[in-house]
């Protein structure tokens, strides 16, 4: 399988779980990772999202989390052979044991995370099922980890669909981190919302609410300039 082509950097992704998708792109190109320097990237599958931040931030660090092996070692195979290599560091562990072993505090989390509960349907490969239920990773965890390696200045970004947002978003305030910024996201102007990017912090603030949609119709390739505008740093979509 020929690696995805992006403008500054290749991802290569036979290996990997989940190959790159709409989301992610989304978050990497959406997050504010402007001022900051100590990034995580939680689920970091192929690593792109990381990869992404590093383009957009020539001064800011990642650290990757990755609990399955080989798309573990896949991430560090992109990162590898990036020119942000100095800038990225894989670690294959779970997010619940990284949180428990680590002191260091993070200014950017970044994760497009499993939203599948526990009985829902999905697909039947076992490292799929690994990977997207919140089984192995319940909202809970993510949200407790997420917090303990946060600054107090820091901030954190994911994507998930609009009802699973509503369900973390409460989790959240519940340990005291707050939503910042949303964006509502819908695939046409005529469908509803389908996902959510969202900016949690420990600073408490007023809400700031925008909305994207990316295709003008159901043609292909027909999207709207602000969509065009947001991913265009990193591929040429027209």
């Known amino acids: 399988?020929?690696?995805?082509?992006?403008?500054?950097?290749?991802?290569?992704?036979?290996?990997?779980?989940?190959?790159?998708?709409q989301d992610g792109v989304l978050l990497g190109a959406w997050a504010d990772v402007k001022n900051k320097l100590d990034g995580l990237d939680i689920g970091t599958g192929s690593g792109v999202i990381a990869l992404m931040s590093c383009q957009r931030n020539a001064d800011i660090k990642m650290d990757a989390v990755e609990v399955d092996q080989e798309t573990a070692s896949q991430a560090q195979q992109n990162f590898t052979?990036?020119?942000?290599?100095?800038?990225?560091?894989?670690?294959c562990?779970?997010?619940?044991?990284?949180?428990?072993?680590?002191n260091k505090k993070y200014d950017f989390i970044i994760s497009n995370p499993p939203y599948f509960q526990v009985g829902q349907n999905s697909p039947t490969n076992s490292r799929i099922?690994?990977?997207?239920?919140?089984?192995?990773?319940?909202?809970?965890?993510?949200v407790d980890s997420s917090s303990k390696l946060l600054s107090e200045s820091g901030e954190f970004h994911l994507i998930l669909p609009y009802q699973e947002a509503q369900v973390f978003i409460e989790l959240a305030r519940k340990v005291k981190l707050h939503l910042r910024k949303a964006t509502y996201v819908k695939g046409r102007i005529s469908k509803p919302i389908e996902r959510v990017l969202m900016t949690f912090s420990k600073v408490e603030k007023e809400l700031f609410e925008t909305h994207l949609v990316v295709q003008k119709s159901g043609q292909r390739h027909d999207y709207t300039d602000e969509y065009i505008e947001l991913v265009n740093g990193f591929y040429t979509i027209l």
Not at 81 to 91: A, E, W, Y
Request: glycine share 0%.
């Open 81 to 91: 052979k990036s020119k942000f290599r100095k800038r990225l560091q894989v670690h």
């Open 1 to 21: 399988m020929p690696p995805f082509k992006f403008k500054q950097f290749d991802v290569h992704q036979d290996k990997v779980i989940f190959k790159v998708n």
């Open 93 to 102: 562990n779970s997010i619940q044991s990284f949180a428990l072993s680590s």
């Open 129 to 142: 099922k690994i990977a997207k239920h919140t089984d192995l990773l319940p909202f809970e965890d993510l």
